[in-house]
């Protein structure tokens, strides 16, 4: 065996790399497997709970993007998120807003076709870009305001659905089994918190805000732009790009004076000029309620437990509200990052001036970060608005034309928030949760040959007693 191992050394190399990755994507394959195992149990266990026969199962409707993750988010869903719906027993509707071709369709789904007045909660899957898509609508009505709205991390990119989740070692989240199955069981030991996106806005152009989860612009974005394009030149696509960008960059500051400029204004925590309707909720919380003449005869000796009530501080006004700083963008090649943070009046903003022929390097140079209210861009905006992307997105695709004159590109937090829910940090996976699952392995094998799935809660109850 040796002497043949070494007379076909190359042939025995192969083998060996092949057997290691089948091995390795095996492993993998096995560990997801029992991870899902896992979480139906714990599923089932929710749904073991009977319901008298005059109540309802909670109902949710599921948005589905069909498109997202490359067109890998349905067998995804059909894998991972659609056998825990069914075991923990909600009323699940499922629509698919990727085949939505009118321009009124999708409101009409959302506002009528869904019955928002019925639904306990909303489920979106997809990416940033699913969540851009429907937000101008979910803003648009005050029920899906209320409704809290699962994500369910199946995208190319998930800048905003990872300020939801546990930080991960994955680098697509839809790898993560685990918080996949986190994000469903999450309607019931998740937290729900409200959150604003960011809403870009262009002053010549009849097209609604733009809501978006990220923003870029700079020479960076620019070179990966480039790279994609020249894909064809493999490992040469990099110093290609770098000298192509460099003197387009050198022609543009020969043949043009402008010298673009950011203007952005500081946080304001809340004072009069940007609030003027705090003076009337101080003024409603300072009054106290003036005592009748039959209360007094009539008062109780009993002692009820007033609820506790935060005291409101007088407001003032800040000096330095609304005032806004212009800063140089043209001086040297520059990148910025637009991002949102757990503020609710203020979002980040990540800036960088030093230089590097390829790619960006996030340790070798750090950036500058700081809070800002708005931001917009001076003096001609079309021609930066043609290299900036929203949610990993250019934005000529969203507009359509690139020739028009876009006017103002103003960046700001959006009036408006929707609830989300956020997964705990204390996974079920790592607490190794000793319930055991309420089924008989037998029935639940037999069952799953047969495809059919444990949803009614009463006869998973007959089933376990």
Same mark, same amino acid.
């Given at each position: 065996?040796?002497?043949?191992?070494?007379?076909?050394?190359?042939?025995?190399?192969?083998?060996?790399?092949?057997?290691?990755?089948?091995?390795?994507?095996? +492993?993998?394959?096995?560990?997801?497997?029992?991870?899902?195992?896992?979480?139906?149990?714990?599923?089932?266990?929710?749904? #073991?709970?009977?319901?008298?026969?005059?109540?309802?199962?909670?109902?949710?409707? *599921?948005?589905?993007?069909?498109?997202?993750?490359?067109?890998?988010?349905?067998?995804?869903?059909?894998?991972?998120?659609?056998?825990?719906?069914?075991?923990?027993?909600?009323?699940?509707?499922?629509?698919?807003?990727?085949?939505?071709?009118?321009?009124?369709?999708?409101?009409? !789904?959302?506002?009528?076709?869904?019955?928002?007045?019925?639904?306990?909660?909303?489920?979106?899957?997809?990416?940033?870009?699913?969540?851009?898509?429907?937000?101008?609508?979910?803003?648009?009505?005050?029920?899906?305001?209320?409704?809290?709205?699962?994500?369910?991390?199946? $995208?190319?990119? !998930?800048?905003?659905?990872?300020?939801?989740?546990?930080?991960?070692?994955?680098?697509?989240?839809?790898?993560?089994?685990?918080?996949?199955?986190?994000?469903?069981?999450? !309607?019931?030991? $998740?937290?729900?918190?409200?959150?604003?996106?960011?809403?870009?806005?262009?002053?010549?152009?009849?097209?609604?805000?733009?809501?978006?989860?990220?923003?870029?612009?700079?020479?960076?974005?620019?070179?990966?732009?480039?790279?994609? &394009?020249?894909?064809?030149? #493999?490992?040469?696509? +990099?110093?290609?790009?770098?000298?192509?960008?460099?003197?387009?960059?050198?022609?543009?500051?020969?043949? #043009?004076?402008?010298?673009?400029?950011?203007?952005?204004?500081?946080?304001?925590?809340?004072?009069? &000029?940007?609030?003027?309707?705090?003076?009337?909720?101080? &003024?409603?919380?300072?009054?106290?309620?003036?005592?009748?003449?039959? #209360?007094?005869? +009539?008062?109780?000796?009993?002692?009820?437990?007033?609820?506790?009530?935060?005291?409101?501080?007088?407001?003032?006004?800040?000096?330095?509200?609304?005032?806004?700083?212009?800063?140089?963008?043209?001086?040297?090649?520059?990148?910025?990052?637009?991002?949102?943070?757990?503020?609710?009046?203020?979002?980040?903003?990540?800036?960088?001036?030093?230089?590097?022929?390829?790619?960006?390097?996030?340790?070798?140079?750090?950036?500058?970060?700081?809070? *800002?209210?708005?931001?917009?861009?001076?003096?001609?905006?079309?021609?930066?608005?043609?290299?900036?992307?929203?949610?990993?997105?250019?934005?000529?695709?969203?507009?359509?034309?690139?020739?028009?004159?876009?006017?103002?590109?103003?960046?700001?937090?959006?009036?408006?928030?929707?609830?989300?829910?956020?997964?705990?940090?204390?996974?079920?996976?790592?607490?190794?949760?000793?319930?055991?699952?309420?089924?008989?392995?037998?029935?639940?094998?037999?069952?799953?040959?047969?495809?059919?799935?444990?949803?009614?809660?009463?006869?998973?109850?007959?089933?376990?007693?």
């Amino acid at each position: 065996m040796f002497r043949t191992i070494r007379n076909n050394w190359k042939k025995s190399v192969f083998a060996f790399c092949a057997l290691s990755y089948g091995a390795n994507w095996s +492993y993998d394959r096995y560990q997801a497997n029992q991870i899902r195992q896992f979480y139906c149990q714990q599923a089932s266990i929710m749904g #073991s709970q009977t319901l008298s026969p005059m109540t309802h199962a909670n109902r949710v409707a *599921v948005l589905l993007n069909g498109q997202a993750n490359n067109g890998k988010a349905k067998s995804i869903y059909d894998k991972t998120i659609f056998p825990l719906l069914h075991l923990i027993g909600l009323d699940v509707r499922v629509y698919r807003i990727d085949t939505v071709t009118d321009p009124n369709g999708l409101n009409e !789904l959302l506002t009528t076709k869904i019955e928002p007045e019925k639904l306990s909660a909303l489920m979106i899957v997809g990416g940033d870009g699913t969540l851009s898509e429907l937000t101008p609508h979910l803003l648009q009505s005050s029920v899906l305001q209320n409704l809290p709205i699962c994500i369910i991390p199946i $995208g190319e990119h !998930l800048s905003f659905a990872r300020s939801l989740f546990p930080t991960t070692n994955k680098k697509k989240l839809h790898d993560d089994i685990t918080l996949l199955c986190e994000s469903v069981l999450g !309607l019931f030991n $998740g937290k729900v918190v409200r959150k604003p996106l960011l809403k870009i806005t262009m002053s010549n152009t009849s097209e609604k805000p733009t809501y978006a989860a990220t923003f870029e612009l700079g020479h960076y974005t620019r070179l990966e732009q480039l790279q994609k &394009r020249l894909w064809y030149f #493999s490992y040469l696509k +990099y110093p290609v790009s770098s000298i192509y960008l460099y003197i387009a960059n050198s022609v543009k500051s020969i043949l #043009s004076s402008e010298q673009p400029s950011l203007v952005y204004s500081n946080p304001c925590s809340g004072c009069l &000029r940007c609030q003027p309707s705090l003076m009337d909720q101080y &003024r409603l919380s300072q009054e106290k309620p003036k005592s009748t003449f039959f #209360s007094r005869i +009539y008062r109780s000796n009993r002692t009820n437990p007033k609820p506790v009530v935060p005291e409101l501080t007088e407001p003032v006004e800040n000096p330095n509200c609304g005032i806004e700083y212009c800063m140089n963008l043209d001086k040297e090649p520059v990148q910025l990052w637009a991002k949102l943070t757990n503020d609710d009046r203020s979002f980040e903003i990540d800036l960088s001036n030093r230089f590097e022929r390829f790619n960006y390097d996030k340790v070798k140079y750090p950036k500058e970060s700081f809070n *800002v209210q708005h931001i917009r861009f001076y003096p001609n905006p079309n021609i930066i608005s043609l290299h900036m992307l929203i949610n990993h997105e250019k934005l000529d695709k969203k507009k359509g034309n690139e020739e028009t004159d876009l006017g103002e590109c103003r960046i700001e937090l959006s009036e408006k928030t929707l609830k989300f829910i956020e997964i705990n940090n204390d996974l079920l996976l790592t607490k190794k949760s000793t319930l055991k699952p309420i089924f008989n392995k037998l029935e639940e094998d037999a069952l799953e040959k047969k495809t059919i799935f444990l949803f009614n809660r009463r006869q998973q109850h007959k089933q376990s007693t």
